[in-house]
């Protein structure tokens, strides 16, 4: 059965849909369309599930600390009552009462609460253990290897493309990508499905204590 590989972008989440070799792009409009997507035994999506009510979440804290200079490129997730508000200001006074000592989500992080909002009310209780988050760099970094650039480099688009060239056919998929797909965002989605099939066989690697969250969400990254 296919797997499922997700990234955010601006007009939705870019899919990547895997069957052994073969890997198609799709361009979906919301989370609804995301889960919505037939026969797929395991979807992975870059985005925050288990969310911590008061502070930092362990599973970030390992990412970063296994992906070293490029461990910015996991954002501090925010707490989960940022998630009643669009309001930066109010998020950041949500955040800065929850947690001890007091801290803000940057404005990177806070841009992706509604993305995490949705999600979170798409998984519903108790959430499908089907839907796993997910690190694109961890993949590339830690799993696929041969990855030593920043994403949006010639060379590390190049070094991307090299890493799973050797596991999916991603030319062809990049080619018949819908338009305006993102190069960056068609990578990571493609990243994702590759620790989406890693997860279906058993062989995936995760970060995390083993907590969970308020609505059962575990509190891990895998690839």
Known sequence: MAVLGVDGWRLGWVGALLDGRSVRLLALPDVAAVLAVPDVS????????????????????????????????????????VLATDDYAQARAISRAATDPPRAPSAQAFALVRSIRALDDALGTPPSDRV???????????????????????????QRLQALRAVMDVEAALAGAPTGVPVIDAL??????????RLADGTAEC?????????????RICW
């Open 42 to 81: 395991v979807v992975a999506v870059d985005m925050p599930i288990g969310l911590s009510d008061d502070g930092v979440r362990a599973c970030d804290v390992a990412a970063r600390g296994l992906l070293g200079g490029a461990g910015s490129s996991v954002f501090p997730t925010p707490v989960r009552g």
């Open 207 to 219: 970060v995390g204590d083993g907590s969970r969250d308020a609505r059962d969400r575990p509190m």
């Open 132 to 158: 796993v988050e997910v690190h694109p760099e961890l993949a590339f970094r830690r799993g696929l290897g041969g990855v030593a650039d920043r994403k949006g480099t010639a060379r590390g688009t190049v």
């Open 188 to 197: 990571d989605a493609c990243a994702a499905a590759w620790s989406a099939q």
